[in-house]
């Protein structure tokens, strides 16, 4: 038994001594390089393009089995300018064989050198990444019966990698159909601590476009079943310098049925700085220079890659935040609803100075002189954005409007939107607007129904116009319908009509009854009756209608303890003129608020023309005339007692009343 054990220790020894005598021996007399013309050959006819190796491709076998080579190229396919679609300057790997017996694999490197990939997308939508085989004659199957099941996959026991690193990558995209081209260099990636079991350092950086890119953290514990427990990571983002991430969560079922959970946070960061850094200027040129200084976000992204939900979202802009949450599913539309809900936000910081963008409005600084050529809206993403989004905002300055207790509901389905509805706190009243979207045709048609409930017209109009023209409480009733997307066009399409109410209030900048009391100091013509002329009253109705853009109305009324105002006219909303005319009458007597009977007093229309900018008011003094003509001659005594006293003339009396009239209504 004892000889037999030797025997058997010696057999083995010699076995062992053999194979790694065979390890060391078989590299040195085997020519590797015999068979580089074959795996050149191999990987063309499997990828339909050209492949070489560089002429130092090596062979270890111990103790690491290894493989080196260099200057690997694998080019693009016929009909593509650029030379390679792949090249390598180097490539090393080292893993011992003995631990391969138990499933056991240790890797001593793994080192990518110089790596760099060119993608390529043609005008025709062709791409050289899409692998074309060349045709070859079929091989039979190595081993096993014809139609045996192919063996399965070698469950690994353990996994360890000493060094694992791509260093001095590259890619570049080129998109010929968009023309655009990104580069990515600089490319480096390292893993550190990669071993089943274990959780794996990760340091990458790379240039894109010539802007520095980090992400460094934790990712693990790595398994041999991935779907079989979450993988958590722990990840720091960094680009330009300015803009850091970090991401914390887990992904579960990774390969399959990918679900994460991860908790995004961006502490404050500049977009004015960010946006510098990436070459981009500013959106809009604000009129605070302050603004856009502070941007932080926090949000809890779970759901799966068609199914994401935005949970506890915090947004923080400068002064204003804005906590949220969101869900976007059926991702091809998409799908989306919103709910938003915010402090305070300060608009007129954020949008350019008034003149500025009535430059922008008006096409001003384009060449040529006149407006620029006006694209086409694409409304193709909103006809198939499914939309239900909610927000409240709890102060709102606009134009230096403020607006508070904000609420607005918006949903969209196939094109339809529906605003049900926007309501708010507006200088003492509220504001109601709904309204309707149909953006199905190339030209939107919207329908907007607004209602006014005492709001004090007097600040609302300075603060927003920057003009003193009325005072009172405003109610108001309107409807109107629109079509198209271009300012203009949006106004001579306008159609619709309402009602608007003014109560006890004031018309500033006109004082009718000093026009009828004098004419000449009222119309410039004498000496003025106050520094600050106006017309009081305790109510203003405007009845109106809207066609094609024109505003019209032909029984707005003025009511006043001394006075009462009949006007009518119009104003084309687009091309901003007016022209109106107003009937004022004195009455006898002051009985309040409350009277309403018709009463005799000096008639004295005035005529209201110009533009929005520069309206002008005058005397209707032809109509003065008439008046007073008929006054003297057609109601006075005097002309029948003409008649009176020459019978001869009384049959025509009827005729010369009627003809006069007639002249004086001409």
Known sequence: MKKLLQWTAIVTGSLAVLVVVALLVIPRFVDVQHYKPIIERKVTEATGRPFAIGDDLQLSLFPWAGLAFSDLRLGNPPGFEEGEFLTVAGFEARLKLIPLLSRDIEVK???VKDPRITL?????????????PKPSAPEPAAGGAPGSPAPGPMELKSLSVGEFAVTGGAVTWIDRSAGQRHDITDLRLTLGNLALGQTVDLDFAAQVDQKPVALVGRVGPLSMDVDAQPLTFDLTLKALAELVVTLQGQ?????????FDVRVSMPEVSPRRLLAALGQPLPLQPSDDRVLQTLALEVRLQGSPGDLQARDGVLRLDDTRVDFSLRAHELAKPAITLDARGDSLDLDRYLPHRED??????????????????????????RRLELDARLDLGR???????IQNIHLQVRGRNGVFDLEPLSAELY????QLTGKADLRRQAPQSWVTLGLADVQAGPLVRDLLQKNLIEGRTNADIEVRMAGDDPDALRRSLDGGGHLTFNDGAIVGIDLAAMVRNVQAAFGQGERVQEKPQTDFTELAIPFTLTSGVFATQEASLKSPLLRTVAAGEADLARETLDFRVQPTFVNTITGQGDTQERSGIMVPVLVSGTFANPRFAPDLKALAREQMEKKVLESDKLDRVFEKNPELKPLEDTAKGLLKGLLKD
């Open 109 to 111: 490197r793994f080192v």
């Open 120 to 132: 390529i997308r043609e005008k025709d939508g062709r791409t050289n990444w899409t692998m074309t």
């Open 251 to 259: 992904v579960e079922t990774p390969i399959g049925d990918p679900r």
């Open 357 to 382: 963008a009535g430059k922008t409005a008006d096409g001003g600084g384009t060449s040529g002189g006149g407006k620029a050529a006006r694209k086409p809206v694409d409304y193709g993403p909103l």
């Open 396 to 402: 709102l300055k606009v134009r230096n409007a403020q």
């Open 428 to 431: 003492q009243g509220r504001f």
